[in-house]
């Protein structure tokens, strides 16, 4: 069965550190990952998706087959970036395009 | 407006209360989903309905009755809920073809009193 695990409930850190917010996956098959983030009051939307190989708001993620994870990370953080982060995988084609997310990491940047 | 409405915003009923929440998407998307977000527990997929037919119910309680009359609609119909069951109520579309993320509404804040 797929499964995504964010293994950290809250991360700390101060304006212009370095983030990394942790993602691992399972999944049989050529996974695609995406970061979905949710902003105080505001709906869940999408950040990024593995495929893109963008980067938006200055973070990037890359697919590390090897290793399942899907690492969020951003070189310097800005107080604007404090949110709720979900990682998301999608299922098999077929059944409905459904995501399963993992448990989210509540990201606070401090001044 | 574009993007996924949910309405109401905010809901209080009692326990032997009938209500129905509402969803509409104004992006032609074909697939249509019910989540529910609790404080301190991981997103919980409730129902998907892929051009208007349901093919997944992750055995949600009987008292949550989803409806999906067209592609832009989705309704879920409450009846008899328990405390428990206050929460956020998310829906969410998106294309089917290949693997395309899912674009959310605001919520629907569900209080059972």
Redesign the interface.
């Known amino acids: 069965a797929q499964r995504v695990t964010q293994p950290e409930k809250l991360l700390s850190v101060f304006k212009g550190a370095p983030v990394e917010l942790k993602c691992n996956y399972s999944y049989s098959g050529s996974p ?1 990952l ?1 970061w979905y983030v949710q902003y105080s009051r505001q ?4 950040l990024l ?1 593995h495929i893109s190989r963008e980067s938006i708001k200055g973070f990037t993620a890359d697919l590390n087959k090897g290793e399942t994870s899907f690492h969020l990370k951003k070189p310097f953080a800005q107080e604007e970036d404090s949110a709720m982060y ?1 990682c998301a995988l ?2 098999p ?1 077929g ?10 990491t509540q990201l606070k940047v401090e001044l | 407006e574009t993007g996924v409405t949910q309405t109401p915003r905010h809901l209080v009923m009692g326990m032997t209360n009938k209500k129905s929440l509402k969803c509409e998407q104004h992006l032609g998307h074909n ?1 249509m ?1 019910w989540y529910k977000q609790s404080a301190k ?3 919980e ?1 409730m129902f ?3 051009l208007e037919e349901r ?2 119910n992750n055995s949600v309680p009987s008292r949550f009755s989803p409806e999906c009359p067209n592609s832009s609609h989705l309704f879920l119909h409450l009846h008899t809920l328990q405390p428990e069951d206050s929460a956020l109520y ?1 829906c969410a579309s ?3 073809a ?10 629907t804040r569900l209080s059972i009193l």
């Open positions: 695609e995406f709906r869940l939307q999408l998706r979900y999608p299922g084609p059944g409905g395009n459904k995501l399963t997310f993992g448990t989210g | 697939a989903y527990k991981p997103l997929l998907v309905y892929s093919v997944e998310l998106s294309r089917l290949g693997r395309q993320p899912q674009h959310f509404g605001d919520g």
